[in-house]
């Protein structure tokens, strides 16, 4: 007679037994690294919240197919216990391999003899205060709502597909997240219908991101997951609504694919007092005039070859002036090729190639008497030329000029301009039509790379 175990009661040895779990994650059928075996992982957790690798492989995947949907109960009897491979998730002490000698059993929600397993709230989640602090490398899990999210994306040499989002907890901390690959091709879409057509905002469980809020190879994103915490986030989402479908049409670019992480509340910071914050200033909004000056040196070049693909990645230096002093913050990659209307290939060959000093003076000619809305952030890590909290200018937004033309300007124009800004910043419309982006800036400093 078949015993009834929870996970950690179950070794190699053990025989005729029967466990009921519950799937909290899951992950598409891959091959492995080498690409010798296919397989499918699953996660499964026991009414202990105890959890452990669920392995197919080859025909059984298919065999399985409809089952093991996530967060439905099952009973699971006398799966081969072995120990994890190298390519997989190191769950636990064991993982189960379920082939066609596996009995794998769906409990519906009807059954009245067999109860499902409630809920799950096994959660290792990370808060938002702490991602700038996680290590390099290290994988951690965070649950956020989307608040935003951008169309799909390629990198510069169309290898591979990423899309950006913008993420927020109930603090109202908005951060950027990178989805890529398969991840970008699915659950990204799906993200993108629901906070762009629907004005959903979901929630998301992603899991085994990195530090700079991006997927991996072994990450997946869970949408509306059933755990306790993921429930109270969207009971949050009801109550904020509103706000976060203002938040949307604020934090959305020209471009359907860019985002501007832009604070939930606009608190705007004089230069001065952002130069005396602490690096634990994550976000802030300056209204400034941006300025470039001649390059001194030629820029350091780091170039890591992978086969015979290589990308150009760029990272410039703008000053940022207002009427109360003067700082510096590195702009990089994307951003500052459309800043200055330049691919960092074309500035890679006038640095690097034909050895020649970057031009500015055009550059200032077009940035002469314009008035920047710009979002900062200090930076959590180092970098051959830059300390760790050392500014990052993550989005800029050009105002409408409030200086008045000597001759021509009266106060009545003045009062006209206001007037037209706070139209701008109530109707997503107006804002899209009246909004300009410099087609130049800033000056190409200290790292240029080519990867």
């Excluded at 906070?195 to 991996?216: D, F, G, H």
């Excluded at 608190?267 to 470039?292: D, F, G, K, R, Y």
């Excluded at 200018?393 to 000597?406: A, I, V, W």
Aim: charged share 25%.
């Amino acid at each position: 007679m078949e015993e009834r175990l929870s996970i950690s009661e179950i070794t190699p040895l053990t025989t005729e037994w029967t466990c009921k779990v519950q799937t909290v994650d899951k992950f598409r059928p891959r091959d492995s690294r080498d690409q010798r075996v296919h397989f499918q992982t699953i996660i499964v957790q026991d009414v202990n919240e105890e959890q452990i690798c669920v392995i197919l492989y080859g025909d059984d995947i298919k065999r399985c197919d409809n089952l093991f949907e996530l967060f439905e109960t099952y009973l699971i009897s006398t799966a081969k216990v072995r120990n994890p491979q190298p390519y997989s998730l190191h769950i636990g002490q064991f993982e189960w391999i379920v082939d066609r000698f596996t009995i794998v059993e769906s409990i519906p929600k009807t059954n009245e003899k067999e109860a499902l397993l409630p809920p799950p709230s096994r959660l290792s989640a990370i808060s938002f205060a702490d991602v700038e602090q996680q290590p390099s490398g290290v994988e951690f899990d965070l649950l956020a709502v989307v608040a935003n999210c951008g169309a799909m994306q390629c990198t510069a040499d169309q290898t591979k597909r990423f899309q950006e989002a913008i993420v927020m907890d109930n603090t109202k901390k908005p951060l950027f997240f990178t989805i890529w690959e398969d991840l970008a091709s699915n659950e990204g879409i799906e993200l993108l219908r629901q906070v762009r057509q629907l004005q959903e905002y979901p929630v998301i469980l992603a899991k085994r991101i990195v530090s700079r809020l991006a997927t991996r190879y072994n990450s997946t994103i869970l949408i509306n997951p059933l755990y306790v915490q993921a429930t109270e986030l969207r009971n949050w989402v009801d109550e904020n609504k509103e706000m976060l479908i203002e938040y949307t049409v604020k934090s959305s670019a020209e471009s359907a694919s860019s985002l501007n992480l832009v604070a939930v509340d606009d608190e705007i910071l004089s230069v001065s007092s952002i130069a005396t914050q602490t690096s634990s200033l994550s976000l802030t909004t300056t209204n400034a005039i941006l300025t470039a000056e001649e390059n001194k040196g030629r820029g350091t070049n780091y170039c890591i070859s992978s086969a015979s693909i290589c990308s150009y990645k760029c990272h410039f230096e703008v000053e940022i002036t207002d009427e109360t002093g003067t700082t510096t913050a590195t702009v990089s990659e994307g951003l500052g090729e459309r800043m200055l209307s330049t691919t960092a290939e074309q500035i890679y060959d006038i640095i690097n190639i034909k050895n020649e000093l970057f031009p500015v003076a055009h550059i200032n000619q077009l940035l002469a008497d314009k008035l920047f809305r710009i979002q900062l952030q200090r930076s959590s890590s180092r970098t051959p030329d830059k300390n760790a909290g050392s500014l990052v200018l993550l989005s800029y937004t050009e105002k409408p000029t409030m200086f008045l033309p000597e001759e021509s300007a009266s106060v009545g124009d003045a009062e006209r301009i206001m007037e037209e800004e706070s139209i701008l910043g109530a109707n997503a419309k107006a804002t899209k039509k009246r909004k300009r982006e410099p087609s130049t800036l800033l000056k190409p400093q200290s790292r240029l790379s080519r990867q």
